[in-house]
């Protein structure tokens, strides 16, 4: 069934109205900041602050985005450090390395909550998030954290149909992971793994490239990078650049995967160690 966005904005508002002082977990991604949006428009500014967790897995760039964003919706922002980044159990990143970051992000969360005095946590959590490896959701429902686009019962078409009707900059903004998702299950999560790969990142988007990842490989840099913008990246003047600014970033090796751009793709190895795991002796 198609709904109109005035109805999807209506079912959102109806879920968030009876919380009355709620604070979002922010990243600036379009699900948290249509339940940050909408939140401040039904209960107003005072009652839905934005908080975002501000560290080292976190770009400067997306945080400065999420920042200009708050500023253009009028959001009240606050920012802290969870504190992920000194636990071993995170460090270790092991294959549920999300369920220790979301636990420090909504430990934090509920100190706030209980200093502001706030009853209510959301996130932006929506219906087609529930299929992937999400390790987070264990964490905010433990955490007592409410999911209103759950609740109002949307997915991502219905997040962007919402987020377009109510003028929202990132409305169609590609999903986006924290920087540690670059590194391989198993390999310890460091400042200078986490460094190396804002710093190649960068550069690409300094470049002009979209809608890609550095995957870290300890010397090789995997650059996952949608097909169509592979000729750009092989004409000769920009991948020079590319080599030497990676490098400059700390690799020894850039390579293009040509597999392209997939999101989540550090998942498959979990997939295919549960296949061994079953079919195995």
Not at 149 to 156: I, N
Not at 225 to 237: K, S, V
Not at 259 to 272: E, K, P, Y
């Amino acid at each position: 069934m198609v709904h109109l966005p005035e109805e999807l904005e209506q079912r959102l508002a109806e879920v968030i109205r009876p919380r009355a002082r709620v604070l979002t977990a922010y990243s600036g991604g379009v699900d948290s900041t249509l339940v940050a949006a909408v939140a401040r428009r039904t209960l107003g500014r005072d009652a839905a602050p934005a908080v975002i967790g501000d560290s080292a897995s976190l770009p400067r760039r997306e945080l400065q985005e999420a920042r200009r964003l708050a500023c253009d919706l009028d959001l009240k922002l606050i920012e802290m450090n969870p504190g992920e980044q000194e636990d071993p159990n995170y460090q270790a990143n092991a294959g549920n390395r999300c369920y220790f970051c979301k636990t420090h992000l909504y430990e934090s969360l509920h100190k706030l909550a209980d200093q502001l005095g706030f009853p209510w946590i959301a996130n932006g959590t929506n219906r087609d998030d529930l299929g992937d490896h999400r390790p987070g959701l264990k964490a905010a429902e433990e955490s007592l954290v409410i999911s209103p686009l759950l609740e109002a019962g949307f997915g991502k078409a219905e997040v962007r149909a919402l987020a377009r009707h109510l003028g929202l900059p990132n409305a169609d903004k590609p999903a986006a992971a924290c920087l540690a998702s670059r590194i391989p299950y198993g390999t310890p999560v460091t400042p200078q793994r986490l460094t190396a790969i804002e710093g190649a990142e960068e550069a690409l988007h300094e470049l002009g490239f979209r809608g890609f990842r550095v995957r870290h490989h300890e010397t090789v840099a995997r650059i996952e990078l949608p097909p169509d913008q592979w000729p750009r990246l092989l004409d000769e003047h920009i991948r020079s650049q590319v080599i030497d600014r990676v490098k400059a970033a700390g690799y020894t090796y850039v390579a293009l995967d040509l597999a392209g751009f997939r999101s989540g793709s550090g998942n498959a190895v979990l997939t295919a160690s549960a296949a061994i795991r079953i079919s195995g002796p």
